[in-house]
């Protein structure tokens, strides 16, 4: 999506970092709040899609505090993980869970872009990434770098925000997003303004189908989409041929 919405929605690279570093102590408690503790449902479903295995190495982009790269870990023992984020804050709460989980070894963290993968072609058997793609401004660009860095046949697993199709459902998720959301962020997290942008970029999200397009254009083959409750949130896979 090119158009106004998303250029008006999406912060550049260091205002994202900075405002994910300055939410970061409170983003797992308002993650759970806002969602009714269904995050933790849907990391489990993006990440037993990926199908993680023994001496598999996979990535996380965007990997915030962590869950979704020790949720790797915990379906896939003796796989290695390594997390790439660019907010700092974030960083430490993952490696703190992962020190609290003795996970040694078997998984890494440290700064990176999406756009600009650090890292050598072909390396990892799978690339998962939950709720980073609506925050990057040039996806295409992202979704080369994924596919790049996948050996072939490796799964690429995107797990997004995005906007029921039902309109009665839509409008009372819109409700939601202007409303509760905003709120929640300014009361819980000190951080109105930042929920106001979590809002504003899930209802300017790119339509499903369109990311679906992109995985596409980027190289991927057998790409799909499953929409989880109704559609809130969709789970992106595709494979690297």
Not at 38 to 52: C, E, G, I, Q, S
Not at 133 to 151: P, S, W
Not at 173 to 196: D, E, M, N, Q, S
Request: hydrophobic share 45%; aromatic share 8%.
């Amino acid at each position: 999506m090119t158009g106004p919405a998303q250029r008006d929605s999406l912060l550049s690279a260091n205002d994202n970092r900075r405002m994910f570093d300055r939410i970061a102590r409170r983003y797992d408690l308002m993650n759970h709040l806002l969602s009714l503790g269904l995050d933790r449902r849907w990391r489990k479903k993006a990440v037993a899609m990926l199908a993680p295995r023994e001496g598999g190495r996979y990535l996380d982009i965007g990997c915030g505090t962590g869950d979704v790269a020790m949720e790797v870990l915990r379906q896939g023992p003796g796989s290695h993980v390594i997390g790439i984020d660019p907010a700092a804050e974030m960083l430490a709460i993952a490696e703190r869970k992962a020190e609290r989980a003795e996970a040694g070894e078997g998984v890494t963290f440290q700064a990176g872009d999406a756009t600009e993968l650090a890292l050598a072609d072909g390396t990892f058997d799978g690339v998962i990434s939950a709720f980073c793609v609506r925050n990057i401004t040039h996806r295409a660009r992202a979704f080369e770098q994924m596919r790049r860095v996948l050996v072939p046949g490796g799964m690429a697993v995107i797990l997004e925000l995005t906007v029921p199709g039902s309109r009665f459902v839509r409008f009372g998720h819109g409700l939601f997003l202007r409303c509760f959301v905003p709120l929640a962020g300014r009361l819980i997290a000190g951080g109105g303004t930042a929920y106001r942008y979590l809002a504003d970029s899930i209802s300017d999200f790119t339509e499903p189908a369109e990311i679906g397009r992109m995985m596409d254009d980027a190289g991927f083959i057998e790409t799909r989409q499953i929409a989880l409750q109704g559609g809130v949130v969709t789970i992106f896979v595709g494979r690297s041929p």
